[in-house]
C-alpha cells in the first residue's frame, strides 16, 4: 500500500519531495485527482502507524485510487510531453 502511496506521488511529479505530509500532497492538487488522494492518503497513514491492522481488501482499494490518480495525471499532460516522457527524450 505504500507503494501505491508513492506511485501516485510519482504520477503527480512529487516523487523527490520527501519532506511533504500526506495532507500537503493532497492540498497541492486539484478536484478530480484529490477525490482519489485524499483516501489513498489516509490508507498510506493507517499503514505507516497500525499495519498490523491493514487488510488485502484495504490493499486493493489503495492500488484503484492510484490507478485513477494515474489516469487523471496523466490527461493533464499534453500529449507531446507524455511522449517525450515515455521516450526519455529532452
Known amino acids: 500500500m505504500l507503494g501505491a502511496w508513492r506511485q501516485a506521488c510519482d504520477d503527480l511529479g512529487l516523487g523527490r519531495e520527501y519532506a511533504l505530509t500526506a495532507g500537503d500532497v493532497v492540498s497541492r492538487q486539484p478536484g478530480e485527482i484529490s477525490v482519489h488522494l485524499h483516501p489513498l492518503a489516509e490508507i498510506s497513514n493507517f499503514v505507516r502507524y ?5 487488510t488485502d481488501a484495504a ?5 484503484h485510487h492510484s490507478d485513477a490518480i494515474r489516469k487523471a495525471a496523466r490527461t493533464r499532460k499534453p ?7 515515455r521516450l526519455l527524450l529532452r
Open 50 to 54: 497500525a499495519p498490523d491492522g491493514v
Open 79 to 85: 500529449l507531446l510531453t507524455r511522449l517525450r516522457a
Open 59 to 63: 490493499a486493493t482499494e489503495a492500488w
